[in-house]
């Protein structure tokens, strides 16, 4: 068929519903259109490649699969042609002509589903071959098929209803795209425009695009290739090209997956934590690409907020073909994949606290917080996050740290919970009368030195069945312990609590003899169980309503302690005196919770009981 007159063509309806929207689209990123055209070239070039594989004959065999991209800004051109599979007459109005063959179906679909004016679905979906139309006065479409015997064709349309295809002489093998662009869309005759646009969205292009004749991509698509065949170097060249980072990955974790779906996937845990250097907020970034064509850069659904110190890419090159990119803006997918890749991530950090102790513990200083976070607020992830916590505890060596799994195998069979105690450092906790009565009991209890801790903890609730407590909790009850020599006999002990309580009033809800006092003389704990004196403190830092309720705390003695024996001698002795002390004691105990929010009072009462020296 080479009929020199051309032969004029109505567009399907819906394909002239599709170009009325494309050609008055007020759509800002009309940029895309690049991304559909080399996408279209790149599956020519891949058939093509195919093709030669089974086909003997194969018009213009030696032909190199490339693309090359040519502008000329006094035309007001931009042209894109590939050497990939073509299209006879007969395809071209099929591919061109009929949705049936059109990735703008599922756009087509969406914006019929009643979101008609909604322009900016434009840049979720492959919208294909006609977003071309967004930028263009006329397209011209020069194609000759693979197959030896066809000759070429040119199709034509300014994207009004209709069509025009002729003869064609002198075609090579491939399709070769003129867009006439309108007026306000000159910019895309450009070089620099058109290079950042390719840069951006097909860097990584198995097949080499040239611009103006100029190579644009030179960046290979690493996750796609063999793991065994990578060097080291390449990976950490991958992640500064990608990640636009300058440091050296920390972490790194490529994985192929089909299984509910083709997934390749290479991802990054970059040096440093940068939104703990001070930083603002990161934001999700590891890139979302389909058949190494850029899809979505900052995909916020791919990950759970908690991964968004990831970089890298997710690539559903292996889904079958039929599935087609616009599936993938799907919403269903888009979790389906985020399962995938969440569960696959978490299991690598398990293997590596594992398997190579060092690198996780660095790690988990670094970015640690994270797993903290999705721990406490991620329900489907909680089990295996909780796993992953690491904390220093009254067992470990400073800076040595345990897993709440080997807290566990430690316990003894009749310890129901797990303690655990905030504090700003090491030293602040093992100082402070909380831990004493634990340490005396051999109980072993969690050091959380992180603003965040208590609230994770309290989210966490529990771990294999043992729920996580405070150990300033006021509620935690501990077992008897042999009462040492000398301390005050109960009768006494009774007397002195009566009075304490008497003496200090509104400011104290319980007074009690301790169970997990040892060498200090008073400790304080909150009244309100929900509430500890580290919750309160944060509180009061944040503002919030509660931390302004008045204090009331349970204090608890110490009767073994040599302070509260001679108090109890005092209080019948030296009453004015004795009640000095016993203000002072409860002060003491505040100051070591960090609740005493007024020193004032104390100082002028510590320089009386000084004057009495
Ligand atoms: P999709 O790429 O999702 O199929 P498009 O609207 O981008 O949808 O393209 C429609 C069809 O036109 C393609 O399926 C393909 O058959 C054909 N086509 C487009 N560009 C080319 C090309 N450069 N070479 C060969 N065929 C092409
Ligand atoms: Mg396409």
Redesign the pocket.
Known sequence: MSNTTPQKFEFQAEISQLLDIFTHSLYTEKEIFVR?LV???A??LEKLRHTQLTEKEVLDDKLALEINVTTDDKAKTFTIQ?F????TQA?LIE??GTIA????KAFLKAIGEGEAKNTSLIGQF?V???SAFMVAKSVRVY?RSWRTAEPGHVWTSDGSGSYEIEASEGERR??K?VITLKDDAADFATDWKVKEILERYSAFVSFPITLNGKRVNTIQALWLRNKKEIKAEEYTEFYKFQAHAFDEPRLRLHFSADAPLAINALLFVPKDNTEKLGFSRLEQSVALYCRKVLIDARPKQLLPEWLRFLKGVVDSEDLPLNI??ETMQDKALIEKLNKVITKRFLKFLEDEAKNHLDAYNEFYAEFGIFLKEGAAMDYTHKDQLTKLLRFESSLTEKGKTTSLADYVTRLGSEQKEIYYLVGPNRAAIENGPYLEGFKARNLEVLFCYEAVDEYVMNNVREFDGKKLTGADHADVKLSDLPKPEGALSEDDTKKLTGWIKDTLGERVAEVKASDRLVDSPVLALNADKMMSPHMRRMMKAMNKDGAEAPLRVNLEINPRHAILKRLFELHTASPDKAKLVAEQLLDNALISAGLLDDATAMVARLNKLLESM
């Open positions: 559909e996408s279209n070239a599956d020519a590939d990939g599979i073509g299209m395809e591919n061109l063959h059109s990735g703008s492959g294909g071959f006609y194609s491939g399709t795209i087609s990119r």
